[in-house]
């Protein structure tokens, strides 16, 4: 019998634009043998579910539910491609826990802590072979002080949002007079910022999933890029970075992300599929930890589309395995 899924997408931030186009991806490969979905829009305003021949319908949210023509639709569960809030940051998965609903996603707890790296670092620091830039975490409303910042870490710094997405708000500083500047940027983001020193080495990414009740580890992708760093730009217009999956690395080094990225995953308590962010120093040195995605995006150029094709698995037979998992 076919499962009734909705595939929720849109959210409130700037990152919404995204969640559309991965919602379009995962549409277009979800097995309409197994699954009758149906796309519900989530802005500031209203939740809403728009078929091809009416107007938009909106969710009833006392149990999320639709009412189309007299009949009401019920879900067996939902497909949450909304990045950033509220569906990245534990506030979706907070509503469906109290409406006994599954979700395709880390739990409430997990993906509240992820959204906030900050928090996320201090949780995986002891995982061995795992390192973390050193770092200030500083708040909207609590006075800091930059003569101390730029005392304790070494130039050039990152700034970001420490809650923040898609490198939105993200600044590379390379003169501490510049500090001040790229700290007010990120307030216009956060009410929490996260200043971390500059990690030389190359770039990856890796797709971390439970499929088959096993933490299963795609194959990661090498992100290179003549911008200053791996920027909102860099990340969705094609050609701007140059993107290898897999990445060129030694069987040993391959086998040491996998162990590393299969910890993480474990630590923090993740279901579904999530992504992980770091970089390796000098010649596939040390493992440093950027940061993780709980819900990584899923548009024709994102990593976890790229990896699943890598790893020899269909889309189609991906997100079948992944509902399976995480839904039932």
Request: aromatic share 10%; proline share 4%; net charge negative.
């Given at each position: 019998?076919?499962?009734?899924?909705?595939?929720?997408?849109?959210?409130?931030?700037?990152?919404?634009?995204?969640?559309?186009?991965?919602?379009?991806?995962?549409?277009?490969?979800?097995?309409?043998?197994?699954?009758?979905?149906?796309?519900?829009?989530?802005?500031?305003?209203?939740?809403?579910?728009?078929?091809?021949?009416?107007?938009?319908?909106?969710?009833?949210?006392?149990?999320?539910?639709?009412?189309?023509?007299?009949?009401?639709?019920?879900?067996?569960?939902?497909?949450?491609?909304?990045?950033?809030?509220?569906?990245?940051?534990?506030?979706?998965?907070?509503?469906?826990?109290?409406?006994?609903?599954?979700?395709?996603?880390c739990d409430a707890l997990t993906s509240a802590i992820t959204m906030n790296k900050g928090y996320t670092k201090s949780i995986v620091l002891d995982i061995e072979g795992l390192h973390v830039?050193?770092?200030?975490?500083?708040?909207?409303?609590?006075?800091?002080?930059?003569?101390?910042?730029?005392?304790?870490?070494?130039?050039?710094?990152?700034?970001?949002?420490?809650?923040?997405?898609?490198?939105?708000?993200?600044?590379?500083?390379?003169?501490?007079y510049d500090l001040q500047t790229a700290i007010d940027k990120a307030f216009k983001e956060d009410t929490q910022v996260l200043i971390e020193e500059f990690i030389e080495g190359r770039e990856?990414?890796?797709?971390?999933?439970?499929?088959?009740?096993?933490?299963?580890?795609?194959?990661?992708?090498?992100?290179?890029?003549?911008?200053?760093?791996?920027?909102?730009?860099?990340?969705?217009?094609?050609?701007?970075?140059?993107?290898?999956?897999?990445?060129?690395?030694?069987?040993?080094?391959?086998?040491?992300?996998?162990?590393?990225?299969?910890?993480?995953?474990?630590?923090?308590?993740?279901?579904?599929?999530?992504?992980?962010?770091?970089?390796?120093?000098?010649?596939?040195?040390?493992f440093y930890f950027i940061e993780i995605n709980t819900i990584p995006g899923q548009t024709a150029t994102s990593f976890i589309p790229q990896q699943v094709a890598a790893s020899g698995m269909?889309?189609?037979?991906?997100?079948?395995?992944?509902?399976?998992?995480?839904?039932?």
């Amino acid at each position: 019998m076919k499962k009734t899924i909705a595939l929720l997408t849109g959210g409130t931030t700037g990152e919404w634009v995204i969640s559309v186009k991965s919602a379009a991806t995962i549409a277009h490969n979800l097995d309409t043998d197994k699954f009758e979905v149906y796309k519900i829009m989530l802005t500031q305003q209203t939740w809403y579910y728009e078929p091809a021949d009416s107007v938009k319908i909106e969710i009833d949210r006392n149990d999320f539910s639709l009412t189309i023509k007299g009949h009401k639709i019920t879900f067996d569960g939902v497909f949450i491609a909304i990045h950033g809030s509220p569906g990245e940051d534990g506030k979706l998965q907070g509503y469906f826990d109290m409406l006994g609903l599954p979700y395709t996603t880390c739990d409430a707890l997990t993906s509240a802590i992820t959204m906030n790296k900050g928090y996320t670092k201090s949780i995986v620091l002891d995982i061995e072979g795992l390192h973390v830039a050193k770092s200030v975490q500083i708040f909207k409303n609590t006075p800091y002080n930059v003569t101390d910042i730029k005392q304790s870490l070494r130039l050039p710094y990152f700034v970001k949002p420490n809650n923040g997405g898609s490198s939105i708000g993200m600044s590379k500083v390379k003169n501490q007079y510049d500090l001040q500047t790229a700290i007010d940027k990120a307030f216009k983001e956060d009410t929490q910022v996260l200043i971390e020193e500059f990690i030389e080495g190359r770039e990856f990414t890796v797709g971390v999933v439970k499929l088959d009740g096993k933490v299963t580890v795609l194959p990661a992708t090498e992100v290179e890029t003549a911008k200053e760093f791996f920027d909102f730009e860099a990340k969705y217009t094609p050609g701007v970075a140059t993107e290898t999956t897999p990445a060129p690395l030694r069987p040993e080094t391959r086998k040491r992300v996998e162990q590393i990225a299969t910890a993480v995953y474990t630590k923090l308590n993740c279901r579904g599929v999530v992504r992980i962010d770091f970089i390796l120093t000098g010649d596939e040195a040390d493992f440093y930890f950027i940061e993780i995605n709980t819900i990584p995006g899923q548009t024709a150029t994102s990593f976890i589309p790229q990896q699943v094709a890598a790893s020899g698995m269909k889309l189609n037979d991906f997100y079948t395995k992944m509902i399976k998992e995480t839904i039932g």
